[in-house]
């Protein structure tokens, strides 16, 4: 059986909560394409060019994942997520893990519009960038990382600008997507939105 969810949505929304929880839920496969992006930005970091970077990409950079997980690297694959040939590179590899047997949740900006315009079950999760920049400070803080709040607010807002306004597969929903607003949702509400959906259409 094939079937594929597609999360889009800004950073720090509950798109990687929610879809963990999906893939848990149904037996599918998940993927968090921002890894990708941010492989691509560490190793920019490290001094490499962003399409050698992106065209060099293998499992072991998506190894340590918290590695990743830092405002800085963040950044940095915002900007390299803007170039068209770093998108091209990473297209394929997206699309042959959504179309794998046994059903797959993607969860990213453009997986709705570019990468599966055809998935079954296409969802928008946002919420306010105040909401959240909390959220992003207290997962940090879970990592014992330290960060603070008008830096995180600022860094969110920057990368969604950078993400709404490139020319190449802005973030933006899909017009047959679901929308949710999780500001003022808990997680299990959130979840339980996205579980209804899916089931919906299974
Ligand atoms: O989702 P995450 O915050 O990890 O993504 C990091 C960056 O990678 C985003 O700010 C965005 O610029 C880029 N990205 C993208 N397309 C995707 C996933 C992530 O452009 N499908």
Redesign the pocket.
Known sequence: MRFTVAI?G???AG??TIGRAVADRFGFAHL???????AV?ARVLRGERAIDAARALTPEDLSFPDT??TGE???A??????IPEV?DA?LEF?RAFAHRIGGAV??????GTV?CPRAEVKLFVTASAEVRAKRRLDEFAGRGLEADYDEVLADVRA??A??AE?AT?P?VAAEDALTLDTSEMTAEAAIAAAIAAVEEKR
């Open positions: 889009d800004p950073a720090a798109k990687g968090d394409t921002g890894l990708l992006y941010r930005g990743l997980r690297v963040a950044q694959a915002s900007k390299v997520a803007v998108r990473l997206q993607l969860d990213g900006r453009d997986i990468i990368r969604d950078r993400d490139r597969a973030m």
